[in-house]
């Protein structure tokens, strides 16, 4: 049974930063890719950042350079640093698994995790 457990979210100050952590299991983790999506009250589930499973990172234009998506094969883990947060960053975030060579394997999504940014 595959489940990705999201961690790390919470309630913070314009400019402060939060790590996301995603924690995934019943996988075979380096063969996959992982992403960051999320979606704030009312609008469509976006892409946030994505990482293959050769280390290629791509971000969403309005996080370039403030947040950085990382993994660790070794704990089945993958990150979501994100610095000089601002309001419109407020959703909730879900970690996702795509296998990296097999286009019709289903994508795996975690519970999501709620981050707000607010004075």
């Known amino acids: 049974q595959v489940q990705l457990v999201e961690s790390g979210g919470g309630l913070v100050q314009p400019g402060g930063s939060l790590r996301l952590s995603c924690a995934a299991s019943?996988?075979?983790?380096?063969?996959?890719?992982m992403g960051w999506y999320r979606q704030a009250p009312g609008k469509q589930r976006e892409l946030v950042a994505t990482?293959?499973?050769?280390?290629?990172?791509n971000y969403q234009d309005s996080v370039q350079g403030r947040f950085i998506i990382s993994r660790d094969n070794a704990k089945n883990t993958v990150y979501l640093q994100m610095n000089t947060l601002k309001p419109e960053d407020t959703a909730v975030y879900y970690c996702?698994?795509?296998?990296?060579?097999?286009?019709?394997?289903?994508?795996?999504w975690g519970q999501g995790t709620q981050v707000t940014v607010s004075s």
């Open positions: 019943g996988i075979i983790f380096s063969r996959y890719n």
């Open positions: 990482i293959t499973s050769g280390g290629r990172t």
């Open positions: 996702n698994a795509h296998h990296a060579v097999i286009a019709t394997s289903p994508h795996y």
